[in-house]
């Protein structure tokens, strides 16, 4: 357990999920939820965004879309996977443009200023119609799954015609052209549907604020339990919309647990990649060593077009620009199976039941699964790493990739908050208050480097090694930090649902650059399992 309590309070620290006095995340938090007691938030609504203001662009568009079309598409659409509403396409039964509107209406309907807000949109493309009516009479010359597909982008990742805010109200204005992803997402014709609201600066701010809210956004709400489970965080928003079906697919990033966390508080598959698989150009970064981009969706078919279609090699990222690409991962899922894979199963989990249910799961699948203590190490250093990096790279984004703002750095912006911090951060910023504060020698900073990816490492090689493991089986982002730091790459299933509702993903991991393994044991998870349900009061 001490190794479940570790992970937690790094991932919880260091920007990606629960409150940091949660320290054993899945504990800690469920027992206080069961009580179905509802959550007080200091800030709940957007001060700077509204519905109206949201939607502003698709009024008159949203009046003539009747609700009768709604209803009469909704079967094609809700709940469907990408290869699923390509074929609705494909029989004529369906456009772009109505899935473009169908989204829009849902946003429109449960989003904001009601009693079911889940305040996961901070802006939408205001040229989404338009572009998915060229998509209607263009023809799919790239024969790719995500063409004409909406999806939402964290807003932490640059796109034209609407800024990158960070969640932070000095970036308002921070107008950009599109990051690296975005061009191979727009390359293979995917329509950007808007930007989602995440905790704010991707948790690498405040410290004792909520996962899930932004200044700009407001606070996110979990459709499964709306002011009463938490939404995991970073990549709050992403994940709010596309379990609640305001988007098919979103695209979250990760620095430590910020994708894989509230993929599983939500009930999706969430993918974190290898470090440099997917180019972080263009996304306002906390750790150049750690960051990365990555797909959230509702099934791993979904999860495997969107990485492929995100995927190409960037030349101004150095630790992108040499990696091989892969430019299909969804082809080979159709041969997924469980057959003769090792996993290791952390001893100290087994208290949880879902987690004893996957076991049983895999095994039926005809994998093996060997039990194994977890090794006592620990993570030092990791907010230094987080601290030191993101002193550096902040300016380097502003530099290279922001746009026209007043800020430059941590130290500006959090100045420019001191001016109105009741409105700008009302949950203080502990954390850059932090980073202003340290400072290391370049000889440190490598050693610190060193000593957390060897520390990472360790955790997996050894079980690994000892027990011939194929990869390791976790419970939603508990071991994220350890994955952080020895670049392994992870993803998580749903895998059912605690007594309160409360969901749960079984997350594997792998050594680097095995998406494609990943995504097979996924797929072949899924399969077997399927134990992801829609929230309740999400389907009309």
Known sequence: MKKLLLSVFLVAIFSCADKKENLSEGYVVQDTISKQEEREYKVLDSKFVSRDSVMAPFAEALLEFSEERYSEIKPLIFDKNIPEIQNAIAAGKLSYEDISLFYLKRIQKFDRNNELSLNSVI?????????????????????????GIPLLLKDNINTENMPTTAGAVALQQNNTDDAFIVEKLKENGALILGKAN??????????????????????????YGRKILDTGGSSSGSAVAVAANLAPVAVGSETSGSILSPSSQNSLVGLKPTIGVLSRGGIIPISSTLDTPGPITKSVVDNAILLSAMAGNDAKDPVSKNIEVISNYAAPLQSASLNGKRFGAIKALMEDSLYVRAITDLRNAGAQVVEFEAEDLDLPNFTRLLN??????????????????????????????????????????????????????????TAIKDTLKRNGKQFFDVPMQEHNLDGIISINNYHAGFA?????????????????????????????????ELLKWAKAYEETSQRRVTPENYND
């Open 388 to 445: 030191l990096d993101m002193k550096k790279d902040l300016p380097e984004y502003f530099r290279n990739y922001g746009g026209e703002v007043e800020v430059t750095d941590v130290t500006s912006v959090y100045g420019y908050n001191e001016k109105d911090s009741i409105l700008r951060a009302p949950y203080g910023q502990a954390l850059f208050e932090g980073i202003m504060k340290d400072s290391a020698t370049p000889e440190e900073f």
């Open 123 to 147: 802006s939408l493309n205001p040229n989404l119609l338009k572009e998915a009516g060229e998509k209607d009479i263009q023809e799919n010359t790239q024969n790719h799954p995500i063409f």
């Open 198 to 223: 995440l905790s704010e600066w991707a948790y690498f701010f405040c410290g004792d604020c909520p996962s899930g809210y932004s200044a700009v956004g407001g606070q996110t709400l979990n459709p």
């Open 484 to 516: 952080a730091v020895a670049h392994y790459p992870a993803i998580t299933v749903p895998m059912g649902y605690a007594e309160n509702n409360a969901p749960e993903g079984l997350t594997f991991f792998a050594k680097p650059f095995e998406e494609q």
